[in-house]
């Protein structure tokens, strides 16, 4: 009678960690396997599910910005691409997707397809 209530415990502990973790994992790993099919789409809506399931896991916030501003890039949405890399460097300073947020917008701005940093308005981010 006993095992009852410590399986209960077990599985709602399993509930309010591991599935939210492997519920954004899963979506995390559709997004990218739908970018390298070339459907942003797909792309957006998995990064939405993935958002959704990550409210208490901001770590994983560069990264499905980063793949949103890539996949607006894929779109020819270049303003809205170049908005959201500035997005992760007024963010996110000092990660990993920063350093690759400066480097795409230093290539949309090579390739004409954003203005110069002198011209373009620095976003700074919103504290909901």
Wanted: proline share 5%.
């Amino acid at each position: 009678m006993r095992l009852l209530p410590i399986a209960a415990l077990a599985l709602s502990f399993l509930a309010a960690t591991g599935c939210t973790r492997w519920s954004m994992n899963h979506h995390l790993n559709n997004a990218y396997s739908a970018y390298d099919r070339g459907n942003c789409e797909q792309v957006m809506l998995e990064l939405s599910k993935v958002e959704r399931a990550s409210r208490a896991r901001p770590y994983v916030w560069p990264e499905v910005s980063m793949m949103r501003g890539q996949c607006l890039e894929r779109q020819k949405m270049f303003i809205d691409a170049a908005q959201t890399y500035q997005f992760i460097i007024a963010s996110y300073p000092n990660s990993e997707y920063a350093f690759r947020a400066r480097a795409r917008l230093e290539t949309l701005q090579s390739l004409g397809h954003y203005p110069t940093r002198s011209a373009a308005a620095v976003v700074r981010p919103t504290r909901f």
